[in-house]
């Protein structure tokens, strides 16, 4: 891959300056504490890759959805979040059957100039949804939480009759090629971060990798692909230099990206915090979970204050795709870390605020939300005031 130095480096300045630890607190965008020169080395180059911008002579294309991952993983720092979504579509039958046509279900938004390579959704469509990014702060730690503790929250078929059942998403993962327990994207799609990063440097940016070796351009037949993207052999090549892909890079970056710290807790939202346990939150959005034994003392048994149990939940919200492990009607529980620097909310973006967020909860979650509507003004207060210091 070819670099361009006047692209990147800027933003690498800006990012780079924020690394400094004050006064005990680690900074949105810093690595985690403790990691080691080489490490910082590997996120360093990381950081550089995630905000590389690409052009077609480097993959870009033919259709894609953005030229560097920091174009949508870049608010209030790179790692984060855009307000812009992108879009799922397919097709549901009068029995509720879906079908991906064209084989996939992700809509490219742009494509390289040629009226050849343009995607264009369907008119057999009949369900279009809209999918917000998601932020990468802390992704190392998620990653490092095992399988077995995921398995251990699910109750499919609610045996304890809580009217919550949650499922681990089992999900095949391209990068160890083993079954796994997903756990990144709104579906739960992505076990690993390597497997994502080869899904959003194929999906997103259309750049052929060992994981995701073919071009997706809905709808373009493939006589007209290989017109747009012609035979190259895979766009991800190792650098000579450093030995490592792209795909790599961008694993190494979110694995040592700090998760975003907690502002300081008053009182207000300490009294949040405790209803939040009492009206029930806490039985999807689980305040801690634990990594597991890791020959890196960065992950070795940490806490991961996440407030997610990662597992796919119906909480009314679905947006009628079927994806990898999950259904129409399930969606990820979202981590809520990190919160206060999240507009808007919920997957497709539909929520400006929290409040908005909480009353949109139904199906599993409509005792926690007939809960909240219960509280006094004053409770209220006190929960989004515990939800905003996240
Ligand atoms: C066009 C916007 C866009 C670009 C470009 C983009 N992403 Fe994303 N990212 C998203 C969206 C939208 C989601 C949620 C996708 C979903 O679940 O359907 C997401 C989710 C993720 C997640 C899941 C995080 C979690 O905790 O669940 C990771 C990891 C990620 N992106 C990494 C990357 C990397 C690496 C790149 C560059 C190769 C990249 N993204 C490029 C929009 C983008
Ligand atoms: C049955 C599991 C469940 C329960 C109980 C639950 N949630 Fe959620 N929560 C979810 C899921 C799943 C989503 C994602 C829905 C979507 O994006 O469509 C979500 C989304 C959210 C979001 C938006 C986060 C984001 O990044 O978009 C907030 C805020 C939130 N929940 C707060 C709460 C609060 C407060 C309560 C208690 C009143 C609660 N939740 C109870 C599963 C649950």
């Avoid at 174009?71 to 720092?77: A, E, G, I, R």
């Avoid at 609610?158 to 090629?177: L, N, P, Q």
């Amino acid at each position: 891959m070819r670099r361009r130095w006047w692209v990147f480096v800027p933003a690498v300045a800006a990012v780079s300056l924020c690394f400094s630890q004050t006064a005990g607190r680690v900074l949105p965008g810093s690595p985690l504490p403790g990691i080691t020169p080489r490490e910082m080395e590997l996120f360093r180059m990381g950081l550089e890759d995630f905000t590389e911008v690409e052009t077609p002579e480097d993959g870009l294309g033919p259709a894609f959805n953005g030229n560097s991952c920091a174009v949508c993983h870049s608010v209030p720092v790179i790692g984060g979040i855009s307000s812009m979504t992108e879009i799922r579509a397919g097709y549901r039958d009068e029995n509720g059957k879906f079908t991906a046509l064209n084989g996939g279900t992700l809509y490219h938004l742009f494509s390289i100039p040629n009226h050849l390579c343009q995607v264009k959704i369907p008119p057999e469509a009949n369900v279009v949804a809209r999918r917000a990014p998601i932020p990468v702060f802390g992704a190392g730690l998620v990653e490092a939480i095992p399988d077995e503790t995921l398995a251990a929250l699910e109750d499919p078929d609610d045996r304890d009759g809580d009217g919550i059942s949650g499922r681990a998403a089992r999900v095949f993962d391209v990068a160890t090629s083993r079954e796994r327990i997903g756990r990144f994207g709104w579906k739960s799609q992505q076990a690993t971060l390597l497997a994502f990063s080869g899904d959003a440097y194929r999906n997103e940016m259309g750049i052929t990798n060992d994981l995701f070796p073919d071009e997706v351009a809905l709808g373009v037949d493939p006589e007209n692909m290989r017109l747009c993207s012609p035979g190259r052999g895979l766009q991800d090549v190792r650098d000579r230099r450093t030995g490592m892909r792209g795909i790599d890079n961008f694993e190494n970056f979110m694995r040592f990206l700090a998760p975003i710290e907690r502002a300081p807790l008053d009182d207000e939202s300490r009294a949040g915090e405790l209803l939040f346990q009492a009206i029930g939150c806490a039985s999807c959005h689980v305040p801690v979970l634990q990594t597991g034994e890791n020959s890196n003392p960065l992950f070795d048994r940490k806490p991961v204050p996440l407030y997610a149990d990662l597992l796919l939940h119906d909480v009314g919200t679905g947006d009628g795709i079927e994806q990898a492990a999950a259904s129409a009607e399930e969606i990820r529980t979202p981590a809520l870390w990190g919160l206060r620097f999240r507009r808007p909310l919920l997957h497709d973006g539909s929520a400006p605020t929290v409040e908005k967020a909480i009353l949109r909860h139904g199906n599993e979650a409509e005792a926690a939300r007939q809960q909240y509507e219960a509280l006094a003004p004053e409770q209220r207060k006190q929960l989004l005031a515990f939800l905003n210091s996240l």
